[in-house]
Nanobody, 116 residues
């Protein structure tokens, strides 16, 4: 089955850390860049981070630079998002995305809630 499945979200206090995972299956994972998006209540979807197919190049939204790190393990068909120094503004549903097929592949999302 062709799918992306996110995991690792949860409730964390400001300043805390979480590591999100995205498991890919059903396509040639190593041929595609991967992206992490997030959508907070009442806000537009935001591109958070991206990584190329080899994992040698990454890009980040200004709002998360220096705090988030995206990585991938092509042998395991996995992409990760390490989130440190979490802030209230990071609260959102986080999605992984691959530019495969006509409209791209999307996971179901994982909720990250930052609250004191």
């Amino acid at each position: 089955q062709v799918q992306l499945v996110e995991s690792g979200g949860g409730l964390v206090q400001p300043g805390g850390s979480l590591r999100l995972s995205c498991a890919a299956s059903g396509f040639i994972f190593s041929s595609y860049s991967m992206k992490w998006y997030r959508q907070a209540p009442g806000k537009e979807r935001e591109l958070v981070a991206s990584i190329n197919s080899f994992g040698s190049s990454t890009n980040y939204a200004d709002s998360v630079k220096g705090r988030f790190t995206v990585s991938r393990d092509n042998a395991k068909n996995m992409v990760y998002l390490q989130m440190n120094a979490l802030q209230l503004e990071d609260t959102a549903v986080y999605y992984c995305n691959a530019p495969a097929y006509h409209t791209g592949l999307w996971g179901q999302g994982t909720q990250v809630t930052v609250s004191s």
